[in-house]
């Protein structure tokens, strides 16, 4: 617009003439640029609204998604707790049984008479030994 006023002012040969004619072309095009500033500027304020609802929603999303992370980190946490207090137990069961002796009783019948025989095993019998 700046070039078109200055062509305008340039062409005119007198200061009168050349200032009447600026004056009629920014009558003429100002309000038509004054109108489109006007819906550059709401389609802008909408963008922008637009925009900022965008952002919310993602930042509800973001705090849910940080909610279920937090709980399944805690949901692993008790479960690794856990799951280490049953390796200890294991872990001491195992060593109890390791060092127990247990007396083992076998009784056989005979097929011909009534004698029951009975054997007692003191040591660690494995596999009838």
């Not at 038509?32 to 500033?37: A, R, V």
């Not at 509800?60 to 049953?86: C, G, M, P, V, W």
């Not at 025989?117 to 009838?128: D, I, K, Y």
């Amino acid at each position: 617009m700046a070039l078109a006023v200055a062509g305008l002012a340039s062409e005119g040969g007198g200061g009168q003439d050349s200032s009447t004619a600026v004056t009629r072309y920014l009558i003429k095009h100002l309000p038509k640029q004054l109108t489109q500033l006007r819906n550059q500027k709401h389609e802008l304020e909408d963008k922008i609204t637009d925009l900022e609802q965008v952002i919310s929603e993602q930042r509800t999303q973001n705090a849910e998604y940080e909610r279920r992370a937090e709980l399944e980190r805690s949901r692993a946490r008790k479960l690794e707790d856990r799951l280490r207090e049953i390796e200890e137990k294991v872990t001491a069961s195992e060593a109890r049984i390791e060092n127990v002796t247990l007396p083992v009783t076998y009784k056989v019948s005979c097929l011909t008479g009534r004698l029951v025989m009975r054997l007692r095993c003191s040591g660690s019998c494995r596999g009838g030994h």
